[in-house]
Every structure is written in structure tokens, then in C-alpha cells.
């Protein structure tokens, strides 16, 4: 058996708000729509990972979501720009990503990095 996807899913009655956040400031194209749900992704080859931490680095909290993104600093002036407060960074961590923390519209933790 080999696991195919995996994905995260997110309670909410706001679609708007996920289209804004997760299609417009991140980038991610709509891979399927129903109404009901909505399905975000790219096209880029993705890994398959979970993982399970005691804390965030740093002494940060457990982020929900942690994505790696190609521009963090262009991903941070978006997330400014359209008003979302950033609770942690832009930090240059020691384990060699730059990231910074951000609440999706729906409250979940989202670590936003890129490796250096």
C-alpha cells in the first residue's frame, strides 16, 4: 500500500475567506469546487508529510499548517498588505529556514518558511 495525498481540512462557512487566503495571497490554484468544499493545490510535485512536535522551534507554539513556499519575504509583504497580523517572525532559523507565522482567516496556526 502506498499512501497517494494527503489533506488537510478545514471547517468553515466563509469560502470567500479561503479563496482570499489560500488562492489569492498564497497562490494556490482551485483544484476542485463543489460549493460544499473547495480543493486548493499547485501542480508542483508535492512530498507527502505529517509531522508531530512537541513545539514549533524557537519556542514558538505548534503551527496547524507549516507551507514552504519559493518567496517568503514576497509571501510576508502579501499577508501585510492585506491586514492578516503576523504573530512570529520573519525569523532566519538555525536549522536553515526563513519563516513567519500567520492565522488564517479560520484561526489555524500557518507556518509560512522557505528553505534557504
Known amino acids: ?3 497517494r495525498r ?3 481540512n478545514i471547517a ?10 489560500y ?4 497562490g494556490l490554484d482551485v483544484l476542485m469546487d463543489m460549493g460544499w468544499i473547495a480543493t486548493y493545490g499547485s501542480g508542483e510535485r508535492m512530498t507527502v ?8 522551534g524557537s ?11 519559493d518567496d ?5 509583504k ?8 503576523i504573530e512570529y517572525g520573519p525569523a532566519d532559523e538555525p536549522w536553515g529556514v526563513k519563516r513567519f507565522y500567520v492565522r488564517d482567516p479560520f484561526g489555524r496556526l500557518v507556518n509560512i518558511l522557505s528553505h534557504a
Open 1 to 3: 500500500m502506498t499512501v
Open 6 to 8: 494527503i489533506v488537510a
Open 12 to 21: 468553515t462557512d466563509d469560502m470567500e475567506a479561503a479563496k482570499r487566503f
Open 23 to 26: 488562492g489569492d495571497l498564497l
Open 49 to 56: 508529510q505529517l509531522s508531530f512536535m512537541e513545539e514549533g
Open 59 to 69: 519556542g514558538t507554539p505548534v503551527p496547524d499548517l507549516s507551507i514552504e513556499v
Open 72 to 76: 517568503v519575504e514576497a509571501a510576508l
Open 78 to 85: 502579501g499577508m501585510k498588505d492585506a491586514g492578516f497580523r
